[in-house]
């Protein structure tokens, strides 16, 4: 099994401030198969990050995924007050097929 | 745009079965799988399964082999999810979600809380 292990696990920053999580795999992960989701309290997961970097349809640019291998990165640039949720990386490959992260909760002061 | 509305709240008691409902609308049914995800308190998600919406054929989480089996009805557009000899630790919410290249999930149903519970 993929293991994917995120960081921080609590984010706390203030409108405006960038935001860095972290998602680190136990084995290498295709670039193409790892996203990120973002999930608001009482909601479903919202595909924000698709292939490692491609944003999805209708996400800002303030989003950006990065990274290779064992090492990704999602950036939220200028934090909204809408941003606040919990941040979840998802990998494609290995048995089970689809794994996710423990999730990185970001919280706007 | 694709929409996908899953079947209401459920209380179970242990040992019991539950069938949880997702109706797709927006795309052609038979084109893409449907997967079941669940997500209990606390807990991060998890890959129970998919079922493909056109030939039916399904692969499911070595973990829940033997107590899930998903099903899809083409001529309702909708996919079930039945999780038998239910147990505490499978409360939970439960989603349906899919998409078009199989590797992430650009589409989620509301989910459905299945609560266990004597």
């Known amino acids: 099994e993929i293991v994917l292990t995120q960081s921080p696990g609590t984010l706390s920053l203030s409108p405006g401030e960038r935001a860095t999580l972290s998602c680190r795999a136990s084995?290498?992960?295709?670039?193409?198969?790892l996203a990120w989701y973002q999930q608001k309290p009482g909601q479903a997961p919202r595909l924000l990050i698709y292939?490692?970097?491609n944003r999805a349809t209708g996400i800002p640019d303030r989003f950006t995924g990065r990274g290779s291998g064992t090492d990704f990165s999602l950036t939220i640039s200028r934090l909204e007050p809408e941003d606040c949720a919990v941040y979840y990386c998802?990998?494609?490959?290995?048995?089970?097929?689809?794994?996710f992260g423990q999730g990185t909760k970001v919280e706007i002061k | 745009q694709v929409q996908l509305v899953q079947s209401g709240a459920e209380v179970k008691k242990p040992g019991a079965s539950v069938k949880v409902s997702c109706k797709a609308s927006?795309?052609?049914?038979?084109?893409?799988?449907i997967h079941w995800v669940r997500q209990a308190p606390g807990q991060r998600l998890e890959w129970m399964g998919w079922?493909?919406?056109?030939?039916?054929?399904?692969k499911y989480s070595q973990k829940f082999q033997g107590r899930v089996t998903l099903t899809r009805d083409t001529s309702a557009g909708t996919a079930y999810m039945e999780l038998s000899s239910l147990r505490s630790e499978d409360t939970a919410v439960y989603y349906c979600?899919?998409?078009?290249?199989?590797?992430?999930?650009?589409?989620w149903g509301q989910g459905s809380l299945v609560t266990v519970s004597s």
């Open positions: 979600a899919t998409g078009a290249y199989g590797y992430y999930f650009d589409d």
């Open positions: 927006g795309y052609t049914f038979t084109s893409f799988a």
């Open positions: 079922v493909n919406g056109g030939n039916g054929n399904t």
């Open positions: 084995q290498s992960v295709s670039s193409s198969h």
């Open positions: 292939g490692a970097s």
């Open positions: 998802q990998q494609y490959g290995g048995s089970p097929l689809w794994t």
